[in-house]
């Protein structure tokens, strides 16, 4: 199958994978042929790259990091339980996450098994889900981020459900800020912006008082928008005094929300994202945060078209583990022809080579 922009998309062609509402629940199915309602329709719902089947991709594939019935209890419990403070006076709001501490320890140990046991790279494409509530699926990629981050630093098991605790909750104070802010469809005025700052400090101020949970995970809300040279928010605190976790789900957050689509801008690709990393790593970020973050992630999902330093293009066909810029392509074009055997360029043993463009519009052959 092959990544396409959806506005590219002619009439009839085939969806090659699933696009899922924000509960997990299937909107279309692989395999239906997509009529330009359809295609207008993905549009309007912010879908702005899809999976189709292509006769020479078509052995390509696409792993999914977690099952769907994770994915959706994952989120349905993220959901009920934000809901629940949402609604909630302040008096009531750690005996509810006392409450609901069980359940996020459950998800959290079956999150580390799924992710241990999958040898891919993680690929979390925004454009497979819609987002009508955009907080709660990005608790659980920022989760998934963070998770793969502390498996490439080597934490132990301990530590990594603390800081999956961490991560899973780190935006729960955002429940406290007004629907209007929360829910604005555009831009926030600055003022707007300085209320929704206050949900790290919020956040913080739920989960310390919640004996089921350590207080790292208190933590990991109250310094996931602080950054290493004292530029983030709320003590504006540097690298000296972040903990390790919170500089993890810094990096996970900022990816995760670059990479997702919002009513103003549309997603970025996750090559993208991580050139935003890069920008900040060593003032913003950590940097063996960002390495670390590099080796686990797909940033040339399978299936996205690329062009190499010597103009040839093809598609991502495999990827090579803990070498996310140096995946397996399968050439379809050199010299800006198609060719009729297309072929498999490992950019592993091929070092010369190397990706220079992606390209997600879809030519007719």
Known sequence: MRLVATQTVESGAILGK??????????????????????KRLLNL??????????????????????????????????????EIY??????????????????KGLIRQLLLELKNNPNLITLLSDVYTYDNYIFTHSLNVTMYTIAIGLELKLSSKELEILGLGAILHDVGKMKIP??????????????????????????????????????????AFQHHERINGSGYPRGINGEDMHLYGKIIA?????????????????????????????????????????????SI???????????????????????????DRPIIRILEEDGQPI???????????????????????KKE
């Open 87 to 104: 609604r909630a006076p302040q008096k009531d709001l750690s005996l509810i996450m006392e409450k609901s501490s069980k359940q996020f």
């Open 340 to 362: 009729p055997q297309p072929y498999e360029l490992d950019l592993k043993k091929e070092l010369s080579y190397m990706i220079t463009k992606c390209d997600t519009t879809m």
């Open 251 to 295: 990096v996970a957050d900022v990816f995760d929300a670059v990479t997702s689509n919002r009513v103003y801008r549309n997603a970025m690709l996750p090559h993208e994202g991580l050139e935003i990393l890069y920008a900040g790593s060593g003032s913003l970020f950590e940097p063996k945060v960002i390495e670390a973050f590099r080796k």
């Open 179 to 220: 629907e209007d802010i929360l829910f604005k469809p555009g831009r926030l005025t600055e003022e707007e912006y300085e209320k929704v700052k206050l949900h790290a400090e919020d956040g913080y101020q739920i989960l310390k008082n919640v004996p089921s949970l350590p207080l790292l995970v208190a933590h990991c």
């Open 18 to 39: 699933p696009i899922y509402n924000e509960k997990g629940q299937v909107l279309l199915n692989e395999g239906v042929s997509l009529s330009s309602i359809v295609l």
């Open 46 to 83: 912010g879908i702005h790259f899809i999976y189709i089947k292509d006769q020479k991709t078509e052995n390509i594939t696409v792993t999914d990091s977690i099952s769907e019935k994770l994915r959706k209890e994952a989120i349905l419990t993220i959901e009920s339980t934000f809901q």
């Open 298 to 324: 797909a940033i040339y999902p399978n299936g996205l078209t690329v062009e190499l330093n010597d103009g040839r293009k093809g598609v991502v066909s495999q990827q090579n583990a803990g070498l996310c």
